[in-house]
């Protein structure tokens, strides 16, 4: 099977799309197709050994419609191949050819537009320059009236109308050519009831014409007064100038739908620098290979995904992440496609080029599903199929009716031109896509990515989320939670396991080794002029005779003592029944307890835990509150599935879950009538992801994961889950009130234009009202598309903290080794500290401030940048030089200290 994607040309309402789709969908071989009115193209996915490109063009085109396949070109380089998307849709002018095409769309129609109505002022005023002097009391000049007034001048003011006609009609002739073609074809659509409305009107004007010289050559002034007041040239002109107003309008305001696909696009560097044989050289970004050596300098845009060879700088990933702040970057990590270079150089090695990269990437998912449909949208794609060729039976009828009623040829003709004009089938076909097209833009924006219009529309029926754990809820690697020394300071504990696990090759061994790393870091940064010990140099000793001990941990000898690293099965005497509760109270929360101790002495404990995400628990309340249903898998044992529940506040946890039975899981709950989204980042997460009713997968896990998934978050942050639903539900509701509005405009139009109240209260439509209601419809559901421009996402409210242990906590008492069971939080005295700081000049500032505040042990960190002062809460005293380190290290001046 092949997928390709096809411009359309020629579409003009929902009647054409739905009969491009149907053409090609009787085409033998094709699989599935769908055709955008908004995007006017097609996208088709068919069997390449029964059907080609030149017959899916043709099949187009004999329908009435243009067809041309969007395909990559592709670009050769020194015998490598590379696509790109865009290169394939770039003009020299670095902007797209579609945005192009459609900026001169929107030009020529307000050329037409001005020229229409610079011809169809003076012609209104010669029709009704009569009934402007008698309303509003209009001065009318006297060679207008002598020219123009009177039976005598009927001729003269009725050619005259004609004569102004003629270029409106020529400038505004593509209604004709397309309606009627269409309406031969056996598919009338927009422009045939607007070009059988206004032909009509002229038609039966030049019918007047003659009439009314029949009338003055033979004396007969009753014939020239009745259809002097009878002639429909104005109503011709002033239909197809409002058609064209309104198409104008709704051509700007969909041209602002996809605003969010144009800013990716522009995001994107059309150059790079590359270093090759030694030399710099700026080439096409298209032409950068795997491998390449990569040069960005400050001010410059990352031109392809890799990793940072030499150099450092931050970061701006906002338009890819959402994430406001800078990030800083150096030797090692990974730089992502379309970040903004701040200020550092750095060399780079590409890694993920062309249709790879990142951006690329999401831009290609941002217009997949821009263009897809959704299933709401079928009951207006059946109503749009048959809905042109009702309207003209409907006017048809109306004719009849009138004429059958006993009123004139002119009345009759005049109700039944109304309703061709006012019907609308744009609002109809533009209801779902604009709305879809904004709210996937929206999304893009802030990080989430979703894949299809079905996946937009079922998120908004979930009512049970499936969470993994490992990755989703938590950071997906441990880290040191608690450091509880007994018997020992927490220097020598933490100098002991770090020599201990330098060695190890257990999956904590690295928590506990940069946790090490960075206390020391701080230690001697903050008190160097104290540090006089033999180890002050170093986080660590060299330890010697490292074994290991299967079941238990591991063992080494450190300044000649043999010291122990593991669990409660260590093989030293020294592990109370005190110790023992302990562990437990920490087993209890989810956390790993590591024991040190030599064969005399017990050390201490370091908890070692795969933390919950900061904005975890915020955002399982917010599923809540929208009536969720969240349940937890993992693999985990009861207990740490437990304490993860008690964190998060997760509705159910189904522990022990082997990777192959979360799939049955998600099986399970679908079976029991729930709509099932399931967040996950493994490989193991596909199968649930694919199975679930909306996959949702953290940007961060693999691809695997991320293929199987119907939508993507960027940033891992579950709280942009919660934004995909309420920006499902938005989209929804929004899709809703557009197909409201487009079925309740043609169900009340239709009738009013057709005179059902004329008879009972003499109120009806003209044909010029109509005119200008048809098109104030398509603009008002495009207008209301763009509301969802207006969404915001929810933010992380929660506030960074430092990783403590809750709850009750054993202690050690040095002098007789006994457990105190004591709360440490109602123990220590708590003391609030303000800071005054001078320098801080933006959020930034305040970040890095916070930063470096949350390192203290505090308990809570508030920074006022208006006020230029901090206020830290703590379970103890904090020293001066403390307070002013971390303040200086950060790059500001503490200026006042008040203690509370």
């Known amino acids: ?36 009115l908004l995007t006017n193209n097609m996208k088709i996915e068919y069997d390449e050994s029964a059907l080609t490109q030149s017959e899916i063009v043709s099949a187009i085109e004999k329908a009435g419609y243009g067809a041309a396949p969007r395909d990559a070109a592709p670009v050769m380089d020194s015998g490598r191949h590379i696509e790109n998307s865009a290169v394939a849709h770039t003009g020299s002018g670095g902007q797209s050819k579609p945005a192009n095409a459609n900026e001169q769309h929107i030009r020529g129609m307000k050329h037409r537009l001005i020229c229409s109505f610079a011809v169809l002022i003076p012609m209104m005023y010669i029709s009704m320059h009569g009934m402007f002097h008698h309303m509003f009391g209009l001065p009318v000049p006297q060679f207008v009236s002598a020219l123009l007034d009177g039976e005598q001048n009927a001729v003269i003011n009725v050619l005259t109308q004609f004569l102004l006609l003629l270029p409106i009609l020529y400038w505004n002739r593509n209604y004709f050519i397309n309606g009627f073609r269409n309406l031969f074809h ?9 070009a059988l409305g206004s032909a009509a009107s002229t038609v039966y004007g030049l019918f007047a014409l003659y009439h009314i010289g029949y009338g003055l050559g033979h004396g007969q002034e009753a014939v020239v007064t009745h259809y002097l007041s009878d002639i429909y040239f104005e109503s011709a002109g002033m239909i197809v100038t409002l058609i064209t107003l309104g198409k104008y309008l709704e051509a700007r305001s969909k041209g602002k739908t996809s605003s969010a696909i144009e800013k990716l696009m522009d995001l994107t560097p059309r150059t790079a620098l590359v270093l090759r044989d030694g030399t710099e050289q700026e080439i096409p970004v298209p032409l950068v290979a795997a491998g390449d050596t990569v040069i960005v300098k400050p001010g410059a845009r990352v031109p392809v995904d890799g990793v940072i060879l030499s150099g450092h700088s931050s970061l701006d990933e906002s338009p890819i992440t959402g994430e406001s702040l800078p990030v800083e970057k150096k030797e090692g990590d990974t730089v992502i496609s379309a970040s903004m270079n701040q200020n550092g150089y750095f060399q780079m090695r590409a890694e993920r080029v062309g249709e790879d990269t990142t951006i690329q990437q999401i831009i290609r998912l941002v217009e997949e599903a ?49 309703v061709l004009v006012i019907s609308c089938p744009c609002a109809l076909g533009l209801a779902t896509p604009v709305a879809i097209m904004v709210g996937t833009g929206k999304g893009a924006e802030n990080g989430i990515l979703i894949k299809s219009g079905e996946a937009l529309e079922t998120a908004h029926h979930v009512d049970t989320v499936v969470l993994d754990k490992t990755g989703t809820i938590t950071e997906g690697k441990p880290h040191v939670t ?35 790393e960075s206390e020391f870091r701080t230690h001697t940064q ?23 001990l299967p079941g238990q941990g591991v063992s080494a000898v450190i300044d000649g003592v043999r010291y122990y690293s593991g669990n409660l099965k260590l093989p030293v005497s020294c592990i109370t029944q005190e110790i023992r509760k302990c562990a437990e109270v920490l087993s209890d929360e989810g956390k790993t307890p590591l024991l040190f101790a030599s064969d005399t002495r017990f050390l201490g404990i370091i908890a070692v835990a795969d933390v919950v995400k900061q904005s975890s628990a915020q955002a399982v309340r917010l599923l809540h509150d929208m009536h969720i249903h969240t349940v937890m898998l993992t693999g985990d044992n009861e207990r740490v599935a437990d304490a993860i529940k008690r964190q998060t506040g997760v509705s159910d946890v189904i522990a022990g879950v082997l990777p192959q039975d979360k799939e049955r899981h998600i ?34 896990g693999t691809e695997i994961a991320i293929e199987s998934a119907d939508a993507v978050l960027i940033r891992s942050d579950l709280l942009d889950a919660v934004t995909a639903i309420r920006l499902s539900k938005a989209v929804i509701r929004n899709i809703r009130q557009n197909l409201f509005w ?5 169900c009340i139009g239709i009738p009013l234009a057709a005179g059902v109240l004329y008879a009972p209260f003499h109120l009806r439509l003209t044909p010029m009202f109509g005119a200008a209601a048809m098109s104030l419809s398509s603009v008002c559901v495009v207008s209301n598309a763009l509301r969802l421009r207006l969404f915001k996402p929810i933010l992380n409210n929660v506030q960074k903290t430092p990783a403590k242990c809750a709850g009750a906590i054993p202690t050690i008492n040095e002098d007789n080794q006994t457990c105190l069971q004591a709360d440490h939080k109602k123990e220590e005295t708590t003391m609030t500290i303000t800071l005054s700081i001078e320098g801080m000049m933006c959020e930034h500032c305040k970040k890095h401030v916070e930063e470096a505040l949350a390192k203290l042990p505090a308990s809570s960190v508030s920074v006022d940048l208006a006020g230029k002062s901090a206020v830290i809460t703590t379970d103890g005293d904090v020293a001066d030089d403390t307070l ?12 006042d200290i008040t203690r509370d």
Request: contains cysteine.
């Open 742 to 746: 487009a079925f309740f405009y043609n």
């Open 1 to 36: 099977m092949k997928k390709e994607t096809y411009d359309i040309t020629g579409m003009t309402c929902s009647a054409c799309s739905a009969r491009v789709e149907k053409t090609a969908a009787k085409l033998t071989g094709v699989q599935t197709v769908s055709v955008n």
């Open 667 to 700: 099986r399970e709950l679908k079976e029991r009538g729930h709509i099932v989204a399931m967040i996950g980042d493994g490989i193991n997460d596909a199968p649930a992801l694919a199975a679930a009713d909306v996959g949702i997968a953290i940007g961060a």
């Open 526 to 548: 903050t008190h160097a002029e104290n540090q006089k010990s033999a180890h002050s140099k170093t986080f660590y000793t060299e330890a010697a005779d490292f074994t290991l």
């Open 482 to 516: 608690d450091v509880l020394p007994f018997g020992s300071q927490k220097e020598e504990l933490l100098r002991i396991a770090a020599s201990l696990e330098r060695q190890s090759e257990h999956p904590l061994a690295d928590a506990v080794l940069n946790y090490a």
């Open 884 to 895: 002013k380190h971390a303040i200086s290290d950060a790059g500001y001046e503490l200026t």
């Open 186 to 194: 056996g598919a009338p659509n927009m422009d045939t009831l607007i």
């Open 370 to 418: 821009s263009s897809s449909k959704a299933p709401i949208a079928r009951l207006a794609d059946k109503v749009s199929g048959i809905f042109v060729p009702v309207v003209i039976l409907i006017a048809l009828i109306t004719i009849a009716v009138w004429m059958f009623a006993g009123a004139g040829f002119e009345s009759a003709l005049s109700f039944g031109i109304s």
